[in-house]
T-cell receptor, first 115, second 111 residues
Framework: DTGVSQNPRHKITKRGQNVTFRCDPISEHNRLYWYRQTLGQGPEFLTY????????KSRLLSDRFSAERPKGSFSTLEIQRTEQGDSAMYLCASSLVVLPTDEQFFGPGTRLTVL | TQLLEQSPQFLSIQEGENLTVYCNSS?????LQWYRQEPGEGPVLLVTVVTGGEVKKLKRLTFQFGDARKDSSLHITAAQPGDTGLYLC???????????FGQGTTLQVKP
C-alpha cells in the first residue's frame, strides 16, 4: 500500500499523560500536514512541513503540541499533558506541490480519547 | 478569516434521487477540493477544481467552481446507497499550504 499511513489508529490515554502519533507520507511527497477533526466538523489545520521545515502553525497548536519531521520523511505529533478537550481524530496528509493546486491525500487518522 | 460554509448539513434521500451540495465563501480560493469521508476513516479526495467556471464530472458526480472562485457545488445524479458518507469541501490558496474545510454535509441514501 503506497498511501499515507498513521499509527496508532486508536489511542486511549488518561488526562495528563503524553502521547505521540506517527505519520508516514506518500514517499515522493514533499509536504506533510497535520489536521484535527472533532465529531460533526470538518478538519482544522494544525501545522505543515515542506521537507524538514515547519512552515506554518495554527493558533490551535498550543505549546503542549509539538510536531517534527526530522529527515523530511515521516512526522511525529506529540501532545504533552493531555486534556479531555484534546480528544479528536488527528489526520495527517501529504502532497507533492504543483501550483496552483496542492492536492492533499489523507491517512486514516489516529483517534485520540482522553479520559 | 477565511470560512467555507456548506449546505445542507444533513441530507437523507431515497435511492435514485438527485441532490446538490453547496460550498460558499466570501473569500477567493486558488483551488477547491471535494472529499468524501467514511466514519472512522480519513477523507478521500474526489476532485480538485482550479479555474473559475470549471466543471468536472466523475461518473454520477458533477463538480462546479464558481466564476469568482468563491463557491462550488457538488451534484449527484441518481444517488445510490454507496454514496452515503460525509462530503467535505476544502479551499486552498497559493500562498499557504493549509486547506480551509467546510463543516461537511452528511448524506444518507436509503435503498
Amino acid at each position: 500500500d503506497t498511501g499515507v499511513s498513521q499509527n496508532p489508529r486508536h489511542k486511549i490515554t488518561k488526562r495528563g499523560q503524553n502521547v505521540t502519533f506517527r505519520c508516514d507520507p506518500i514517499s515522493e511527497h514533499n509536504r506533510l500536514y497535520w489536521y484535527r477533526q472533532t465529531l460533526g466538523q470538518g478538519p482544522e489545520f494544525l501545522t505543515y512541513f515542506q521537507n524538514e521545515a515547519q512552515l506554518e502553525k495554527s493558533r490551535l497548536l498550543s505549546d503542549r503540541f509539538s510536531a517534527e519531521r526530522p529527515k523530511g520523511s515521516f512526522s511525529t505529533l506529540e501532545i504533552q499533558r493531555t486534556e479531555q478537550g484534546d480528544s479528536a481524530m488527528y489526520l495527517c496528509a501529504s502532497s507533492l506541490v504543483v501550483l496552483p493546486t496542492d492536492e492533499q491525500f489523507f491517512g486514516p487518522g489516529t483517534r485520540l480519547t482522553v479520559l | 478569516t477565511q470560512l467555507l460554509e456548506q449546505s445542507p448539513q444533513f441530507l437523507s434521500i431515497q435511492e435514485g434521487e438527485n441532490l446538490t451540495v453547496y460550498c460558499n465563501s466570501s473569500s477567493v480560493f486558488s483551488s477547491l477540493q471535494w472529499y468524501r469521508q467514511e466514519p472512522g476513516e480519513g477523507p478521500v479526495l474526489l476532485v480538485t477544481v482550479v479555474t473559475g467556471g470549471e466543471v468536472k464530472k466523475l461518473k454520477r458526480l458533477t463538480f462546479q467552481f464558481g466564476d469568482a472562485r468563491k463557491d462550488s457545488s457538488l451534484h449527484i445524479t441518481a444517488a445510490q446507497p454507496g454514496d452515503t458518507g460525509l462530503y467535505l469541501c476544502a479551499g486552498g490558496t497559493s500562498n499557504t499550504g493549509k486547506l480551509i474545510f467546510g463543516q461537511g454535509t452528511t448524506l444518507q441514501v436509503k435503498p
